[in-house]
C-alpha cells in the first residue's frame, strides 16, 4: 500500500525566492505606466535574476500578441 503524503509545492518562503531585481513603475514619454526592472551585475544570483527577467517580458509578449492576434506565440494559422 502507498503512502499519501499531502505538502504544500510552494517554497518555505510563500512562492517567492529572493532576488536582487528591483522594480520601479514609470512613466514612458506618451504618458503611459511601464513597469522597469533593473538587475544588479555584482548578484550573487544574477544567472536566476537574468532568467526571472527574461520570462517576465516573455509572459507580457505572450499575453499582447495573444490579445492582438489570438494566438499566444505571434503566429496565426492558416485557414
Known sequence: MAKVVIASLRSRSGGREA???????????AGQVKTLRTLDIGSSTF??????????????????NKRMTGASDGVVAKR
Open 47 to 64: 544567472g536566476r535574476d537574468l532568467e526571472y527577467v527574461f520570462g517576465k517580458n516573455v509572459a507580457k509578449a505572450r499575453r499582447e
Open 19 to 29: 532576488t536582487s531585481v528591483a522594480k520601479k513603475r514609470v512613466l514612458d514619454a
